[in-house]
Each structure stands twice: as structure tokens, then as C-alpha cells.
């Protein structure tokens, strides 16, 4: 089950942030300062521990056709793409994109996708992309909760 929700253009440059700007072709190590790609990291990582599925983040581009490309990238995104899960952003575009898989689909359905998307979009629009990001993937893990292997019987 693969799901969307595109953004309004919103240009959230100040004076301060607009000189450092650059095309999404850069480098994320430009683009990011380690602390924040750390921060990226342990997001996702901690995503991935607690609720078993595989989330995986893709910042760029992504063409004309941003949902073919998306569902293109999660097909590439792991071993098994029906426990992953991945977030495709084009701040260039103003699209997020939210691919699961069939299996990560049953646990985390298209309004709890949508809402987090929601999420993210607000604090992208307020100008902040690595805040809107760890947000969402919270969101998304809480929604999807433990796999059975980790549940307690009651």
C-alpha cells in the first residue's frame, strides 16, 4: 500500500538561512551539519528498533513523476520492501512521500501516514526540515507500535 500528500509552496528562507541555501543536487554533508545528520540517524535507527519495520529517508529530487520515483526507491529501499518503509522528501518541489510496504501498510494505515506527513509539512513550512523529519518518523513508530515478537500476552 504506497500513499501521499503533496505540500503548498511555501518559500521559508530568512535572511539568515537564504545565503546558505543550495539545490538539492548538493551534498547532505553540505546541506546538514553532523549533529544534525546524527540526530537523522538515531531517529531512524530508533524507528527501525522499536517497531521492526525498516525506515529509510530519501532527500532529494525526485523527477516529474515523484510518486513512480518514490515507489521505485522503496522497491531498492532493503531485502524485504513489505516491512520497510520510506520517506521521500523534495523540499525543492514541496512533495513528501510515504511508501510502505504491504506488511508495514497493515500496521500503520493512510490517516496515521497523512497525519504525520501533516506534521512534517508544518514544521517544514516554519523552516525546519530535520525537526519536521525525526517528528514524523515518531509519529509513524508510534502508530506502528511493537512487532508481535516484542509484545507482552496479557
Given at each position: 500500500?504506497?500513499?501521499?500528500?503533496e505540500?503548498?509552496?511555501?518559500?521559508?528562507?530568512?535572511?539568515?538561512?537564504?545565503?546558505?541555501?543550495?539545490?538539492?543536487?548538493g551534498?547532505?554533508?553540505?546541506?546538514?551539519?553532523?549533529?544534525?545528520?546524527?540526530?537523522?540517524d538515531?531517529?531512524?535507527?530508533?524507528?527501525?528498533r522499536?517497531?521492526g519495520?525498516?525506515?529509510?529517508l530519501?532527500?532529494g529530487?525526485?523527477g516529474?513523476r515523484?510518486?513512480?520515483?518514490?515507489?521505485?526507491l522503496?522497491?531498492?529501499?532493503g531485502?524485504?520492501?513489505?516491512?520497510?518503509?520510506?520517506?521521500?522528501?523534495?523540499p525543492g518541489?514541496?512533495?513528501?512521500?510515504?511508501?510502505?510496504?504491504?506488511a508495514a501498510a497493515?500496521?500503520?494505515?493512510?490517516?496515521?501516514?497523512?497525519?504525520?506527513?501533516?506534521s512534517?509539512?508544518?514544521?517544514?513550512?516554519?523552516?525546519?526540515?530535520?525537526?519536521?523529519?525525526?517528528?514524523?518518523l515518531r509519529q509513524l513508530?508510534?502508530?506502528?507500535?511493537?512487532?508481535?515478537?516484542?509484545?507482552?500476552?496479557h
Open positions: 500500500m504506497t500513499r501521499a500528500l505540500a503548498e509552496s511555501h518559500d521559508t528562507a530568512t535572511t539568515q538561512t537564504a545565503p546558505t541555501r543550495t539545490d538539492e543536487g551534498r547532505l554533508d553540505k546541506i546538514f551539519t553532523f549533529q544534525e545528520l546524527a540526530r537523522l538515531e531517529a531512524l535507527t530508533m524507528s527501525s522499536e517497531t519495520l525498516r525506515f529509510t530519501y532527500i529530487d525526485l516529474k515523484t510518486r513512480v520515483m518514490a515507489e521505485e522503496h522497491a531498492r529501499s531485502a524485504n520492501p513489505s516491512e520497510c518503509v520510506l520517506i521521500a522528501i523534495s518541489q514541496r512533495v513528501v512521500e510515504v511508501v510502505t510496504g504491504a497493515r500496521r500503520m494505515p493512510d490517516r496515521a501516514c497523512a497525519l504525520a506527513v501533516l512534517m509539512t508544518g514544521s517544514f513550512a516554519a523552516g525546519d526540515l530535520v525537526g519536521g523529519i525525526v517528528n514524523g513508530s508510534d502508530q506502528a507500535g511493537h512487532p508481535a515478537s516484542l509484545r507482552r500476552p
